[in-house]
């Protein structure tokens, strides 16, 4: 079975090659082929995995090409793990925010807008070669916005086209472990939403729900992450968990004067460290693995704290770190391939789940996987302020993706200003000049 992994030179490919090579039963993995443009990047990463696979018998093969559609033929699934524009591009998307008095975040708000704006174009491009050239493969969508660029890619390839997350699973057995549940991997998370704006409405476990009795102690809602990031009232208020990423709504005023105090932006931060790794990776003699781990290491000792304020942030363990997306990457491609039945949280169309939006729209939900590909199940309806939140970010996608087909600046300018996080439409005017700018992949837009 051939994987072909897309931003094969991506510094997070070892976590995929060493959740393989732990997994190497009947029907797995037995050829990976890494894509990347960047040959020097893609070289330092085919040494890591070189050394990872050294000590285990029957590792899967490795082979590594810049040429696109060489990558893809012969697939069974593909990964699609790029970042346009690079890290540079996402600390470009954090500060033209902030230098405009609105959120600079990876996939959140104005941020999340702009790398939407020069990701999609690539991801459309993908999504047409798998199909004419890897038509049976199963993409795996890593790259965020994960909601949109799924969406994106679906109007090409389908329900072939899964996107996913690890940070409603790891919410999920963050509460699952607060409650002391025994087998975090057994409860039922009812989540619902987009990528990034999702809400943990209840927690079943042997039938009974146990949500209510979390959001009934503030002792335990004061002791995980999420807790402490929301505080115990508001929690309470709404009566559901909501996925970290609604920080940015419900505390913008605070966040947003955080970040602007902050020294540097995270995506500036991990630019600044992996440029080390990858420039340390020149030299033949360097101990490739270990300087990964290394890398690794810094990087997840301060896992979304560098610029957030909040005493929580940091303070995961190992496990719900961001090593988390291949395991949900994994869980997928096993239950597909294998024909494991399984739920899992995925982003698919959203069919009949959600009555507020269309039937194509990308969302967030648990998903029945099986050979047959991901079934979001029913769920209950969301509450209107959620509702509300749904409808108007996926609005701003859709302008997003029309903006990525036409090569309309005008609606690129729609779509930032029609986003709660965006205060004006001068500001986001302003916006779509900073952006357009500093970003060679907008270059489209006119
Ligand atoms: C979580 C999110 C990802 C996001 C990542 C950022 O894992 O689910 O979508 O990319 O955090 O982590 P980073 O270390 O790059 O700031
Ligand atoms: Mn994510």
Redesign the pocket.
């Known amino acids: 079975m051939r994987l072909t992994i897309l931003g094969g030179g991506g510094f997070r490919v070892p976590l995929v090659y060493g959740a393989l090579l732990a997994d190497r039963g009947e029907g797995g993995v037995t050829e990976v082929v890494l894509h990347d443009l960047d040959a020097g990047r893609l070289s330092a990463i085919t040494r890591v995995l070189a050394e990872q696979a050294a000590p285990v018998a029957g590792a899967p093969a490795v082979t590594a090409t810049t040429d696109l559609d060489e990558a893809l033929r012969g697939a069974d699934f593909v990964f699609s793990a790029i970042r346009v524009g690079g890290l540079e591009g996402?600390a470009n998307d954090e500060r033209v925010a902030l230098a405009e008095g609105v959120i600079g975040q990876?996939?959140v708000g104005a941020g999340g807008i702009a790398y939407g704006l020069r990701t999609v174009p690539v991801a459309v491009d993908i999504a047409r070669r798998v199909a004419r050239l890897a038509p049976d493969a199963w993409v795996i969508n890593?790259t965020?916005p994960?909601g949109l660029v799924t969406e994106a890619m679906s109007r090409h390839l389908g329900d072939r086209v899964i996107g996913i997350?690890?940070?409603p699973v790891?919410l999920g057995r963050r509460i699952a472990r607060v409650l002391g549940v025994k087998n975090p991997a057994e409860a039922w998370i009812d989540y619902v939403g987009l990528?990034?704006l999702g809400w943990v409405r209840g927690l079943r476990v042997g039938g009974r729900d146990e949500l209510p009795r979390l959001l009934a102690d503030p002792a335990l809602l004061s002791s995980f992450e999420e807790g402490k990031l929301f505080g115990a009232d508001w929690l309470r208020e709404l009566g559901a968990v909501p996925n970290e990423?609604l920080h940015y709504y419900y505390f913008n005023r605070e966040t947003l004067l955080a970040y602007q105090r902050a020294e540097r932006t995270?995506?500036a931060f991990?630019r600044d460290q992996q440029a080390g790794f990858y420039d340390g990776m020149t030299d033949p003699q360097a101990q490739a693995l270990a300087a990964w781990e290394r890398t690794r290491a810094e990087?997840?000792a301060?896992?979304?704290s560098?610029n957030r304020e909040t005493a929580g942030a940091g303070e995961r363990d190992a496990d719900d770190?961001?090593g988390?997306?291949e395991k949900v990457a994994l869980a997928l491609m096993r239950a597909i391939a294998r024909d494991e039945r399984t739920t899992l949280i995925l982003n698919v169309r959203n069919r009949h789940t959600l009555s507020a939006l269309d039937t194509d729209a990308v969302i967030e939900v648990p998903c029945l996987v099986d050979a047959n590909g991901a079934h979001p199940v029913a769920v209950d309806p969301l509450p209107g302020h959620a509702t509300g939140l749904v409808c108007s970010v996926k609005a701003v996608e859709r302008e997003v993706l029309a903006a990525a087909e036409s090569g309309s600046r005008a609606t690129a300018l729609k779509a930032f200003a029609l986003h709660p996080l965006v205060d004006s439409v001068n500001v986001a005017r302003r916006l779509v000049e900073g952006y357009t700018a500093v970003h060679p992949g907008l270059a489209y837009l006119v």
């Open positions: 996402r990876e996939t890593f965020n994960a997350c690890d940070s790891g990528n990034h990423y995270r995506g991990l990087r997840e301060t896992y979304m560098e770190l961001s988390g997306y």
